[in-house]
């Protein structure tokens, strides 16, 4: 092999579409509100690219976002952090490597034979009433544990912990109305450390001391005269903790830029080593994408850019399958830019996808099924289908492509895998060239 013309530096464009995939519903004759979708431009794009169907893990399970997204870029489960301590990271809260964070929220519960059940798990109220409060929450100390709840958003914050704290506990939220608020546990195994068992103690104490303080406040005795429910406990869930892990520059030889919004996006962008950019959410979703697609385009200091949009998985939690299809023909559009301007560019690889699928409706927060998954490139073999759903994708040339294989296909596309078992470096890596180390002349002896 000798020293060839240098090729052009190829780069990954991935767009995840939060939650797309769905059930079919009997509204839309057994389809999805994706099939149901008036999609032309996902469909031409569909049509010039490789298809398949894309599951994080395997098959039925449920994913959230972010373990979906963590396994998406090629992380092992046993790596992940938990939420909690990616939020605080988005949220720009102030958490040590030794700090655990939860997710908390105030709701509504009742009394009921010895039991607090949750009654409304998702109340409405005004940011000041929601803020007034959570002051009174704020600081709690107990069995060498400070807990303090920061608000966020609404009835929304997070729950730190400092001390001798272990993120290896249940949840208390049940989620579901009508279910007890539940004790924080030990998980399986680590019913025995010494942290484990503070934390639980520390925190169902907290969650006696917050349903007392707040079941006694002004503003919830004004709501129940009013005949609204109290705001008179705290649900807690996802604890997580900082781990080290190696960013996805040194994990896939590309270097990443996010656009995505949201503490949770922007936590796990900035967990990952990824460079972020500013932006923002208005309250159109087609001009969001395609303004983060024209971003994308010219960003050519980045060898890999991650667009996300929440806009399918907000629609399909009001639980209206017809709101998603036309949030999905709404999305549709902003993709008329990327046929126009990165599907052309024999440099620029195309990949759309979704991280998990979000059911419209049902009892479920998020369900199993796989998401539709299109590549498009200079080297992605042309397949038959030409239309972007969960069931046309199903008969293209990628077949079903589960967890980190995503990864590895989009290093294949851009021409940068590594011959699997070469080793140029101490690390094995799967791109190539890998961060060797060349072998050095001595110096030159004195003259
Ligand atoms: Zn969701």
């Given at each position: 092999m000798g020293i060839g013309k240098a090729a052009a530096r190829r780069r990954g464009i991935l767009v995840v579409l939060d939650g797309l995939g769905d059930h079919g519903h009997a509204m839309l004759q057994g389809r999805t509100p994706l099939m149901a979708a008036h999609t032309p431009n996902l469909d031409r794009l569909a049509a010039l690219g490789m298809n398949g169907l894309y599951h994080a893990?395997?098959?039925?399970v449920a994913l959230p976002s972010e373990i979906a997204h963590f396994l998406m870029f090629?992380?092992?489960?046993?790596d992940f952090p938990g939420r909690g301590y990616l939020e605080a990271l988005g949220a720009n809260l102030s958490v040590t490597d030794d700090d655990v964070a939860l997710l908390g929220r105030l709701f509504c519960v009742q009394e009921e034979a010895g039991q607090l059940i949750l009654t409304v798990e998702d109340p409405q109220v005004d940011t000041a009433t929601c803020l007034a409060l959570q002051r009174e929450i704020q600081h709690f100390q107990a069995h060498g544990v400070d807990v303090e709840f920061i608000p966020t958003k609404g009835i929304q914050g997070l729950v730190r912990l400092r001390g001798p704290?272990?993120?290896d506990i249940t949840d208390?939220?049940?989620?579901?109305?009508?279910r007890p608020l539940m004790q924080v546990l030990p998980l399986a195994g680590r019913e025995a450390d010494p942290a484990v068992q503070q934390t639980c103690r520390a925190l169902n104490d907290y969650l006696l001391w917050t349903h007392r303080i707040l079941s006694q406040h002004p503003l919830n005795r004004r709501r129940q005269d009013r005949g609204l429910p109290p705001l008179n406990a705290v649900g807690l869930q996802r604890p997580g903790r900082y781990k080290p892990i190696l960013s996805f520059a040194d994990k896939w030889g590309l270097q990443p830029l996010a656009l995505a919004t949201g503490p949770l996006y922007r936590g796990l962008s900035q967990y990952l080593g990824m460079t972020l950019l500013p932006v923002t959410d208005s309250a159109n979703p087609e001009v969001d994408l395609r303004e983060r697609l024209e971003l994308a385009r010219g960003l050519?200091?980045?060898d890999f850019v991650y667009i996300h949009t929440k806009a399918p998985d907000v629609a399909a939690h009001t639980k209206d399958p017809h709101h998603k299809q036309r949030v999905i023909a709404q999305l549709d559009r902003a993709f008329a830019f990327a046929l126009r301007?990165?599907?052309?560019?024999?440099?620029l690889l195309l990949v759309i996808t979704a991280d998990h699928s979000t059911n419209?409706?049902?009892?479920?927060?998020?369900?199993?099924e796989t998401v539709p998954l299109t590549m498009v490139g200079a080297f992605t073999r042309r397949d038959g289908v030409s239309r972007f759903d969960e069931v046309s994708c199903?008969?293209?040339?990628?077949g079903l492509v589960r967890g980190a294989e995503l990864m590895y296909l989009i290093l294949n596309f851009l021409d940068r895998?590594?011959?699997?078992?070469?080793?140029?470096?101490p690390v094995d890596q799967p791109?190539?060239?890998?961060p060797a180390t060349p072998l050095l002349l001595p110096p030159d002896p004195l003259p």
């Amino acid at each position: 092999m000798g020293i060839g013309k240098a090729a052009a530096r190829r780069r990954g464009i991935l767009v995840v579409l939060d939650g797309l995939g769905d059930h079919g519903h009997a509204m839309l004759q057994g389809r999805t509100p994706l099939m149901a979708a008036h999609t032309p431009n996902l469909d031409r794009l569909a049509a010039l690219g490789m298809n398949g169907l894309y599951h994080a893990s395997l098959q039925g399970v449920a994913l959230p976002s972010e373990i979906a997204h963590f396994l998406m870029f090629g992380y092992e489960l046993a790596d992940f952090p938990g939420r909690g301590y990616l939020e605080a990271l988005g949220a720009n809260l102030s958490v040590t490597d030794d700090d655990v964070a939860l997710l908390g929220r105030l709701f509504c519960v009742q009394e009921e034979a010895g039991q607090l059940i949750l009654t409304v798990e998702d109340p409405q109220v005004d940011t000041a009433t929601c803020l007034a409060l959570q002051r009174e929450i704020q600081h709690f100390q107990a069995h060498g544990v400070d807990v303090e709840f920061i608000p966020t958003k609404g009835i929304q914050g997070l729950v730190r912990l400092r001390g001798p704290v272990s993120p290896d506990i249940t949840d208390s939220n049940p989620i579901q109305e009508g279910r007890p608020l539940m004790q924080v546990l030990p998980l399986a195994g680590r019913e025995a450390d010494p942290a484990v068992q503070q934390t639980c103690r520390a925190l169902n104490d907290y969650l006696l001391w917050t349903h007392r303080i707040l079941s006694q406040h002004p503003l919830n005795r004004r709501r129940q005269d009013r005949g609204l429910p109290p705001l008179n406990a705290v649900g807690l869930q996802r604890p997580g903790r900082y781990k080290p892990i190696l960013s996805f520059a040194d994990k896939w030889g590309l270097q990443p830029l996010a656009l995505a919004t949201g503490p949770l996006y922007r936590g796990l962008s900035q967990y990952l080593g990824m460079t972020l950019l500013p932006v923002t959410d208005s309250a159109n979703p087609e001009v969001d994408l395609r303004e983060r697609l024209e971003l994308a385009r010219g960003l050519a200091d980045f060898d890999f850019v991650y667009i996300h949009t929440k806009a399918p998985d907000v629609a399909a939690h009001t639980k209206d399958p017809h709101h998603k299809q036309r949030v999905i023909a709404q999305l549709d559009r902003a993709f008329a830019f990327a046929l126009r301007a990165i599907a052309p560019d024999p440099n620029l690889l195309l990949v759309i996808t979704a991280d998990h699928s979000t059911n419209s409706a049902g009892a479920m927060i998020h369900s199993g099924e796989t998401v539709p998954l299109t590549m498009v490139g200079a080297f992605t073999r042309r397949d038959g289908v030409s239309r972007f759903d969960e069931v046309s994708c199903a008969g293209g040339a990628l077949g079903l492509v589960r967890g980190a294989e995503l990864m590895y296909l989009i290093l294949n596309f851009l021409d940068r895998g590594k011959l699997f078992g070469l080793r140029d470096a101490p690390v094995d890596q799967p791109y190539t060239p890998g961060p060797a180390t060349p072998l050095l002349l001595p110096p030159d002896p004195l003259p």
